[in-house]
């Protein structure tokens, strides 16, 4: 049985990358998917400390931020779909209309 | 799961997570998306969270991973030129990700965790999901159905071509 501490591990390394990718990319859509790998990187940490206490709940929470990922992506690619249409570009440094 | 396995899985999911931030084409960026979120759910199930693994194929791989593509091909998104922020500051950002990464993986080291405790058969099951979800988390539960037709009727006024 492998321990819980290396799948912690792949966690945070999971989490690093998605980190990595929200701060150099530009294209908002990218951006959104590594946003996907960051909440799945937190997933695995639930669901491998739940294995470790033999308890049910962070199996639930896992439950429960899949429905909020699900709610985000729906909402977030609607917005992008609009504001492709008004600017013709998914280019984060040329959404500047709220920027200070 | 067996640490050959599990070592092997890994590997694979840092590499296909790679390429969601690395590859410049926005669609093999969604395809090494769906890659990491199957080798999750084969993590899950080497930690018995059975429901859960399914749960993550159904909806990550299945439909979060399929609105993306959906877009991305709507709005016909090609090889990006500048793909990326310009080079220095990648450097900042990568030199960021590993001090996150290095600091968690020495607050997971220094963090005694005590062998996983044995679990029932059924540990990870549709039933003992369900029998939390409609006991201790029922108000969160419901909260989140309240969310996700928040989400749909918010998703169609905001996606919706103005007269």
Redesign the interface.
Known sequence: MTPISWYLALSAVLFAIGTVGVLTRRNLIVVFMAIELLLNAVNLSFVALARGLGSMDGQVIVFFVMAVAAAEAAVGLAIMLQLYRLRETLNADEVTTLRW | ???PL?LIF?AL??AS??V??IHRN?IY??LG?VS??FL?AL??L????H??AV??II??AG??VV??LF??M??N?QV?E????PRP??AV??A???L??AL??VG??Q?P???????HAD??GTE??AE??FT??LL??EL?SL??L???V???V??K?RA
């Open positions: 799961m067996s640490i599990f890994a999911t840092v997570a790679l969601v931030i926005p960026c969604a998306l990491t979120l999750l993590l899950f080497g930690l018995e969270a429901m859960v749960l993550q909806v990550y439909a979060i609105l993306f877009v991305i709507l709005l998104l990006e500048r793909a990326m922020v500051l990648i950002a990568a960021g990700g590993i996150l990464g968690v993986l997971i080291a963090t965790l005590a062998a996983p405790v044995p679990v540990y990870g003992p999901l939390r979800l201790t988390y969160p539960f989140t969310l996700l928040v989400a749909i918010g998703a169609v905001v996606g071509r």
